[in-house]
């Protein structure tokens, strides 16, 4: 008899005593081997993928509504919901039509006016969605299973925008989910995926979960990340807020949880030791970390000052603060663009290669006038990879004989003060630190980032006319090769303008119990072909 | 003592207006924008703005405050700008976890840091003496984050005794329920145990002093009935105090407490909304805790008169 045998008897007795034998359910093993419990990357605090477009909010939701089409692993757009589809010569009209036995969770089939709301409540926030939204003549429903996009010019990337895995994604909903407004939150729940959202079993900042739909009708070929046939092998998939990784790693190891999404570099060591627990990337698309700098005002409104910084700036560093001594989680990054992705370009990336150049960039600096005024650097230190990198930095900028002004605060409030437009000293300011998933920088589409067109673009507003053009000559290409050459001159006009700082790519791993098989590699967890034994 | 109860709880409701004016002013100064984590990094500014709009954050601060107001003296702590779930449903989601460990925690406190602190009197100078109150020094010093990690490498780890982590309600049963506690409960509780350790002893090193106990000793009354009848009773009223006081202590504490042992309660609910600038639920938390604060200032004046019988209202 065990120590925990003893407490239990113990507090068994007591149980008898002050709850007159309240006692737990038994759960019996093949319930538990049912039940999938998973450490997500952050709290589901809200469940609208197309009102809140955080990451985790599109992990949920990828398991509870299915799209039109799914992207595999190799970046192409494939058949999900939708059977066929047909698109006229001129490229204006498509036609699509929609599997027989589709399901919604509350039992309705999915008929095409559903498609039609889903798709007008997505494209008025999604850019891509938007740029749709803009050639747009008529999305209407032809009849029960088929519907009709009108366009007035053609959008040869339509398939990748109904499929793609950028968040907001195309998801399906039921017509009266859809029609709330898009800046409003939905309330009601009900899915098209191949998993159930148990709404009354919701606590925000500790449990969602999810319980197989059995009505989902898969599709027959093999799955590869959002495309292909999405079998449940759980019951149930339990998401287990964990806001401490040390926590995490702890419950991994003693059989608590099953599968932790991303453990936090610091802890993969000891998860490696312990023979129950497989390691290994979790997101081959990575993150690439970036500051970015105001075009608005000096001394960033210069070129100069800012080729100086990317001349001075070693991505080593940057990677080493974010990733440890593990040479296998990160890459230098001499581009915008996701590596080993077919757009990956290092075209006009010299300036981030070989031995950094402090003198040099001193001279640069000198030469774009800077005297010396301060620099307001925001660094949010609740997130490890930004403070990480704001400390590397701050010493970056010293080391260039640059003023700093370190601000310290939370990734709050960098968020709503980067929205400033003002002068630094009056609650703007001159850089801030960021990092992008790598599925959003595979190409321009998802790419908000790499926009280069001022008052229009993300947050630094920088201007690159370069660029911009570029952006427009990747959508207008007809072929892999156009694209190619397209992403080579904008990488380009990218760097030579510096819309941001790239710091390099990072890779981070996921962790899971050996007793739980199918666990594959994506740009979001893929909960189908998993499964658990006792 | 009841008029003297009605008035008190009278008297919480411009304590509780001021707390709500200060925590609504405070949040509408402090920085960041529920909107900007709402709408995610790849929205425009415009996306933004209409999210503030629908929101109704971009109203003036005080017909902001107003309809708060209006909505708090209907009963109504408003809805989660995250979640969009009701507040009171959020805090009544979290209310368990918090209360089981706050009470497991004051007991375990009460049975440790109470006897210890009378043996250190009784012995005082001695080497149980010292030894106790070097406990109580370290206890003291320790964060609870430390203790946490401590107390779940060897407890769950290493010898597998307990859970790491989680929480289960009471009504799946009472093991399952306390054992998702012990460790939480003994982290938080040892800085808690540790001042009411040394309380108790100083109290009761002055009643030791007396000559009632001089009396007792010479009428010849056992040790254990004059520490604990005689000296306890009239040690207690300090002894109570700092009971109550450190109930805030515990509300801090369960902050880190739940963190570490993911135990789902109104402490991480506080940090997740204070993280994400979900004003209802931090206004409804704050206006929570600060009423549980004042009564339980209530229910310790009303214990003096329990402990002691020269108290009256």
Not at chain 1, 45 to 57: K, L, R, S
Not at chain 1, 150 to 165: E, R, S
Not at chain 1, 506 to 526: D, E, H, Q
Not at chain 2, 209 to 229: E, H, P, S, V
Request: with cysteine; proline share 6%; hydrophobic share 45%.
């Amino acid at each position: 008899m065990d120590r925990r045998t003893v407490l239990k008897g113990l507090a068994g007795a007591g149980s008898l005593a002050l709850t007159g034998g309240l006692s737990a359910p038994a759960i019996a093993q093949g319930a538990a081997a049912r039940t999938l419990r998973f450490v997500p990357q952050a709290n589901l605090a809200n469940f609208d993928p197309i009102w809140g477009t955080q990451y985790v909010v599109r992990n949920a939701a990828a398991m509870v509504w299915d799209t039109l089409y799914g992207i595999d692993s190799s970046f192409q757009p494939q058949r999900q919901m939708v059977e066929s589809e047909e698109v006229t010569d001129d490229g204006t009209t498509w036609t699509f039509k929609l599997r027989s036995g589709l399901k919604f969770h509350d039992g309705a089939p999915v008929l095409s006016k559903d498609v039609v709301a889903s798709l007008t409540r997505w494209s008025a926030r999604d850019p891509m969605g938007l740029m749709i939204k803009a050639l747009q003549q008529e999305l209407t429903a032809v009849d029960d299973r088929t519907f009709k996009w009108v366009l007035k010019q053609p959008f040869p990337k339509m398939l990748y925008a109904l499929g793609k895995n950028n968040s907001p994604c195309a998801f399906i909903m039921p017509e009266r989910i859809a029609q709330t407004d898009p800046f409003k939150q939905i309330s009601e729940y009900v899915g098209s995926g191949p998993l159930k959202f148990a709404k009354s079993e919701w606590v925000p900042g500790a449990k969602a979960v999810f319980e197989k739909f059995a009505d989902y009708s898969p599709r027959q070929e093999k799955s590869s990340w959002l495309a292909g046939g999405k079998q449940v092998m759980v019951d149930r998939v339990e998401w287990v807020i964990m806001p401490d990784p040390a926590t995490a790693a702890a419950a991994l190891q003693n059989g608590e949880i099953d599968w932790w999404e991303n453990p936090i570099a610091d802890l993969v060591p000891v998860l490696k030791k312990n023979k129950n627990i497989s390691v290994d990337i979790g997101d081959p698309l990575g993150n690439i970390g970036s500051f970015r700098m105001n075009f608005l005002y000096p001394p960033f409104n210069d070129v100069k000052a800012r080729r100086a910084v990317l001349m001075a700036l070693s991505q080593e560093d940057y990677m080493r603060a974010i990733v440890g001594d593990d040479n296998s989680l990160w890459k230098s990054l001499p581009g915008y663009f996701t590596p080993d992705t077919p757009l990956y370009t290092e075209v006009g990336g010299e300036i981030l290669k070989g031995k950094r150049d402090l003198d040099a960039a001193k001279k640069l600096l000198a030469e774009s006038g800077y005297s010396g005024q301060p620099v307001t650097c925001l660094v949010a230190q609740d997130q490890p990879i930004t403070k990480a990198m704001g400390d590397v930095t701050a010493d970056l900028l010293k080391k260039l004989g640059m003023n700093v002004d370190f601000v310290a605060t939370d990734w709050g409030t960098v968020g709503s003060r980067r929205a400033q437009k003002t002068p630094p000293g009056q609650g703007g300011w001159n850089m801030f630190h960021t990092w992008h998933a790598g599925a959003d920088c595979v190409n321009p589409a998802p790419y908000t980032a790499i926009r280069a067109n001022g008052d229009k673009a993300w947050f630094g507003w920088p201007t690159s006319a370069g660029t911009e053009k570029e952006v427009t000559s990747w959508f207008e290409a007809k072929n892999l090769d156009e694209e190619k050459a397209a992403i080579g001159r904008l990488n380009k006009a990218a760097i030579d303008d510096v819309v941001y700082a790239p710091t390099g790519f990072f890779l981070s791993y996921t962790a899971w119990r050996k007793n739980v098989s199918g666990v594959t590699k994506g740009p979001l967890p893929l909960f189908w072909g998993v499964s658990k034994s006792a | 003592m009841l008029s003297y109860i009605l008035r008190r709880i009278v008297a919480t409701l411009p304590v509780m207006a001021i707390v709500a004016l200060f925590v609504f002013s405070l949040l509408y100064i402090a920085p960041g924008d529920p909107a900007v984590v709402i709408a995610g990094d790849q929205a425009s500014p415009e996306d933004v703005e209409r999210i503030r709009q629908s929101l109704g954050l971009d109203r003036p601060f005080l017909v902001q405050f107003g309809s708060w107001v209006w909505r708090i003296l209907h009963g109504d702590l408003g809805t989660s700008i995250f979640t969009n779930l009701p507040v009171s449903a959020m805090i009544g989601q979290r209310l368990g976890p918090t209360l089981s460990l706050m009470i497991v925690t004051l007991l375990l406190t009460i049975v440790v840091a109470v006897p210890l602190g009378v043996v250190a009197a009784w012995k005082a100078g001695s080497l149980i003496d010292r030894v106790i109150m070097g406990f109580a020094v370290f206890g003291f010093s320790l964060p609870v984050f430390v203790v946490g990690y401590m107390l779940a490498y060897i407890f769950a780890l290493e010898l597998e005794w307990l859970p790491v982590q989680g929480y289960t309600p009471l009504t799946q049963g009472f093991w399952p329920w306390l054992e998702n506690l012990i460790l939480p409960a003994i982290a938080l509780g040892c800085v808690y145990i540790a001042l009411v350790a040394r309380i108790t002893r100083a109290a009761m090193l002055e009643v030791l002093q007396q000559d009632y106990i001089r009396t007792a000793k010479a009428k010849g009354l056992g040790q254990g009935g004059i520490l604990f009848i005689h000296a306890l009773k009239n040690a207690a009223v300090p002894i109570v105090t700092v009971i109550g006081i450190g109930i805030a202590l515990l509300i801090g504490g369960a902050v880190v407490t739940e963190s570490v042992f993911a135990i789902p309660g109104l402490g991480r609910l506080t940090i997740d909304a204070i993280l994400r600038r979900d004003y209802p639920v931090i206004q409804g938390i704050v206006l929570l805790f600060s009423f549980v604060y004042v009564l339980v200032n209530l229910m310790i004046d009303v214990t003096y008169t329990l402990v002691d019988p020269r108290i009256r209202y």
